[in-house]
């Protein structure tokens, strides 16, 4: 289950994949059996798959206990080959972040 906390250690990875028409539903099985694979790493933590309502991207929101948790999941999907295949599906816009604000009602 995600942890949406400010200020801890957790590294949330926001990955925003541009697809092609008809492409979401591919992108989405295969980032499935992606996250998968991640979770076998210590310090994994959640994965989320978004699809956006006008059918052209999808998000995945995947989150680690901490930086070295996020580099050791990407270095085995690396190895795997998997971050490398995505291209397949999809153009990729990734970026690490840390939760800095939250408000709820």
Same mark, same amino acid.
């Given at each position: !289950?995600?942890?949406? +906390? @400010?200020? &801890? =250690?957790? %590294? ?14 591919? !992108?989405?099985?295969? +980032? @499935?059996? &992606? =996250?998968? %694979? ?68």
């Amino acid at each position: !289950m995600p942890i949406i +906390l @400010a200020n &801890t =250690a957790i %590294v949330t990875q926001i990955n925003v994949f541009t697809v092609p028409p008809g492409g979401q539903d591919a !992108m989405i099985a295969f +980032l @499935a059996e &992606t =996250a998968k %694979v991640a979770r076998e790493e210590p310090g994994w933590i959640s994965a989320s798959l978004h699809r956006c309502l006008d059918g052209t991207r999808v998000v995945n929101y995947a989150q680690t206990e901490n930086m070295d948790a996020a580099r050791r999941v990407i270095d085995r999907l690396n190895a795997r080959g998997l971050i490398a295949e995505n291209k397949k599906y999809g153009v990729a816009s990734p970026g690490l972040y840390e939760v800095v604000f939250t408000l709820e009602r």
